[in-house]
């Protein structure tokens, strides 16, 4: 299983001039075996406990053993396959570095050095549930229990009046 798809690393190839066919194509096999253990080493410090069970999708047998790569570490596999794939076309016609593909590899580059020194951190959809527990409406603001005071003094509203957007001097 890799990183990402090959439909991810489609988002950053022109359609018109390349392209992955499919997971079984070898272009997209080598560029993910070439990737992949890249972005394994350069993330392993970090995530320790999870490097090795991302995968691009869950298989439905045993799911538990496995979790999904998070979307930035898509991202930044998915920038990589393109950029290999993409250096090994061009090298074939020109001995000079297809600057589309260097780009690329800067970008997947500059993501990995974003969540090495804590600029970037990695949030996905699990993670949000968690931090959601114990929340109530009332933890969401503006909501029903913010009214208009007298301070407001909001031509239009009176005081006690729902008051359903934020001012900037406001804090929690």
Known sequence: MTLASFDEGNEHLDGTKLRFTDANDQNFKDAAAEA??????????LYPDHVNLWIDELPVPNPNLLELTPALVRQIASLLYAAYFYAKKYSEETLDENSYAAK???????????????????????????????????????????????EDNIP??????????????QTW
């Open 36 to 45: 992949d253990p890249l972005v394994k080493a350069a993330l392993y410090d």
């Open 104 to 150: 690329l590899e800067q970008r997947a580059s500059a993501i990995i050095l974003g969540l090495t020194d804590g600029t970037y951190q990695l949030f996905d959809a699990l993670d949000y549930q968690s931090l959601l527990q114990g929340l109530q409406a009332a933890d969401f603001w503006p909501n029903d229990s913010t009214v208009v005071t007298d």
């Open 156 to 169: 239009g509203l009176n005081t006690g009046d729902p008051l359903r957007f934020f001012k900037m001097s």
